[in-house]
């Protein structure tokens, strides 16, 4: 450990301003699991952030991963704009040129294959009004967004939910300045000295977005259909006697892993990807519920199985 670069209390302090919207998170797990990754998990007997998990989140003693949405308000300080494909920086330096032109300061953070662009704001920002505004900016610019019009890549938006019920979490990102457990490295922003203070003090100094200019940029605008949540279908109680389509029956192998069966997924299978093998994952319960974390929609992955979605539109 270098302790030259240790975090202070102070430190920590200002890294909580600017990026804890909810005391929940979740851990990077320190030892891989059988698949070689280290996963993040919410930790036990629900501890809660404390300045301290933020001073060793620093220190890289641990990993944390930070919530967008705090369900009570239904907002965040933050946007970050993941992107992790070819083209992912070029995209992120497109939306960081676009949103400067509406006044708005972003600072770009190194990932493992691409980066993240963040965005704070003074006070919590609504979930919606921040996604509505992302969403539009990118598909003026064309920039593709992952899950929008199939598309298995593309950037993803945190928040990724307008707003979460009481008892949900919404999804977590990894929090910037803290070192990767499998690869040992911490990720930097790009403009400031590569030090844990000069960083902070960068990210604080950046002019952050009022609720006044959020108000002002989504006037008019909704979000767009391509994007809408799809309300979800209520399925019957699961019968295995019935026929009817068994994911299944069109996969390899499988690992079990807490509430799902992990394997590849045949549509990132087909396009050469998932080396992994474990992008898909099925609901043991339930396997009609199965889900591609690298975004392949349920339609491209019948597909890619010869079961294509019968359209319900005539042709
Ligand atoms: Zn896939």
Redesign the pocket.
């Known amino acids: 450990m270098q302790r030259a670069d240790s975090a202070t209390p102070a430190m920590a302090a200002k890294y909580w301003n600017l990026f804890v919207n909810r005391l929940a998170h979740t851990v990077q797990s320190q030892k891989p699991g059988d698949d070689g990754k280290h996963y993040y998990y919410r930790p036990k007997g629900g501890h809660r952030l404390s300045l301290e998990t933020i001073r060793q989140h620093l220190n890289g003693q641990q990993t944390i991963a930070l919530y967008a949405i705090n369900p009570k308000t239904q907002r965040s300080k933050w946007v970050a704009i993941d992107a992790d494909y070819e083209s992912a920086l070029e995209d992120l330096l497109k939306l960081q040129w676009e949103l400067s032109q509406d006044g708005i300061e972003s600072a770009l953070e190194k990932s493992r294959r691409g980066g993240h662009l963040w965005i704070f704001a003074d006070q919590p920002l609504l979930a919606r009004d921040c996604r509505i505004y992302i969403y539009n900016l990118a598909r003026r610019l064309r920039v593709p967004v992952k899950g929008g019009a199939g598309l298995?890549q593309g950037i993803e938006v945190f928040p990724r939910q307008d707003e979460l019920r009481a008892d949900e979490f919404g999804n977590a990102i990894r929090g910037p300045l803290g070192i990767h457990r499998a690869v040992r490295q911490r990720y930097w922003f790009y403009s400031a000295d590569y030090r844990l203070e000069a960083q902070l003090e960068y990210l604080s100094s950046l002019r952050k977005i009022t609720e006044q200019e959020m108000i002002r940029f989504v006037a008019g605008l909704t979000m767009p259909e391509e994007f809408q949540p799809r309300s979800k279908a209520v399925l019957p109680p699961y019968d295995p006697n019935r026929r009817e389509f068994r994911i299944l029956d069109h996969v390899g192998s499988v690992r079990r892993r807490s509430r799902n069966y992990w394997t590849k997924?045949p549509?990132?299978a087909q396009q050469g990807?998932?080396r992994s093998g474990d992008?898909?994952a099925i609901c043991i319960a339930d396997p009609r519920k199965y889900k591609?974390w690298?975004?392949?929609t349920k339609e491209?992955?019948r597909a890619a199985v010869g079961c294509p979605i019968r359209s319900r539109i005539a042709s």
């Open positions: 298995a997924c549509s990132c990807r998932d992008n898909l591609c690298a975004g392949c491209m992955i």
